[in-house]
């Protein structure tokens, strides 16, 4: 008899860690969502780019998509970004949500915004590749995702933007397309310079309106990477003209748009990179582009070499110095003074909030 009562303590006590054990990954899991619709829908959220958009169409300015895969960057971004009253949008490429995984990227996201409720932040998926990848964004948070089909011909790329842009919609995401090829490298992106095509005004009306996507990047003249012309840097503005007279109310976009600022690569090499004849799109085309009808303005390399310079110049002149903190904090700093510098001097979206 005493024998029977343990092995019945025993199994009740197994049956109530079980039940515990149940319990607490359905609190867990209960919570996880809320938070998540919390994120989305209440107080503190995302916005998409819509808002930031129509404005920067009537204005006459640009919002800067910041790339971001770690903290210090996305702290740079945000931090500059309220100090100037600006709208940003935070990109990730898929490489770089691998790099930061989705749910460390989320949370990191979800703290700008709780930290900066003024300012409208928008999370925008870079170069999605293909159906999955944009379907994963969304259902993750994401306010906006790009599908790149600029490799497939005319009737693909549309065939498949369709299919992402009704996903995204029914989802209350809006959707960013590519129509023309950009030169140069982008993850794993790699475009031959003959094999950059500039977009064609009437075929990006025709994609607009038998997409239904949101916005457009086109091809005008930029690249991808650090090296983006070997000779003088030329920017199609008459291509850009015609494409806004055909689609006036879609927002435009420009991929491959980093000054590749020469003061960073000067101090990049100064503390011993190799960074030779690095070469980008001047300040003052960015600033024109800006006012002729360019609502997003993509910026990743210019971050890069923000980041690499003041580590550099630490490890440099500090070789004892082995505190990440001593080297990512003057990092960071550089972010926000690149953003900044964007924001203010180039873009103009600063005070539009
Ligand atoms: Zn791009």
Do not use: W
């Amino acid at each position: 008899m005493i024998k029977n009562i343990k092995i019945n303590t025993i199994k009740i006590n197994t049956i109530k860690i079980t039940n515990i054990k149940i319990n607490n990954i359905r609190i867990k899991n209960h919570s996880s969502i809320k938070n998540k619709r919390k994120f989305r829908g209440g107080k503190n959220m995302l916005v998409t780019t819509k808002e930031m958009f129509e404005k920067s169409m009537k204005e006459h300015f640009a919002i800067g998509a910041f790339n971001v895969n770690n903290m210090e960057i996305i702290q740079g971004i945000v931090d500059a970004a309220a100090e100037n009253k600006s709208p940003v949008i935070l990109q990730a490429s898929s490489s770089a949500i691998k790099y930061a995984r989705i749910n460390y990227l989320m949370k990191m996201v979800e703290a700008a915004v709780e930290e900066h409720q003024e300012v409208p932040i928008a999370l925008h998926l870079d170069h999605g590749p293909d159906f999955e990848t944009c379907k994963m964004c969304v259902d993750n948070g994401f306010t906006s995702v790009m599908f790149d089909g600029s490799k497939y011909d005319f009737e693909e790329n549309i065939r498949l933007t369709k299919e992402v842009v009704d996903y995204a919609h029914a989802h209350g995401v809006v959707v960013e397309a590519e129509l023309g090829k950009l030169a140069g490298i982008e993850d794993d992106v790699n475009v031959e310079a003959s094999d950059a095509m500039y977009t064609d005004p009437e075929q990006a009306k025709e994609f607009v309106e038998r997409t239904g996507c949101d916005s457009l990047a086109i091809a005008i003249g930029t690249s991808h990477g650090a090296y983006k012309f070997k000779g003088e840097a030329k920017l199609r503005f008459d291509i850009l003209a015609k494409i806004k007279e055909l689609i006036p109310n879609t927002p435009i976009v420009l991929h491959g748009a980093s000054t590749v600022i020469p003061e960073l690569v000067e101090m990049c090499n100064k503390y011993g990179a190799d960074i030779p004849g690095a070469k980008g799109v001047p300040d003052e085309m960015l600033h024109e582009a800006s006012k002729s009808g360019v609502s997003k303005i993509n910026v990743d390399t210019d971050l890069r070499l923000a980041m690499t310079a003041q580590i550099r110049k630490v490890f440099a002149e500090e070789p004892s110095a082995f505190d990440p903190r001593k080297y990512l904090t003057p990092a960071r700093e550089e972010v926000k003074n690149t953003v900044s510098h964007k924001i203010r001097d180039v873009f103009g979206s600063n005070n539009k909030i």
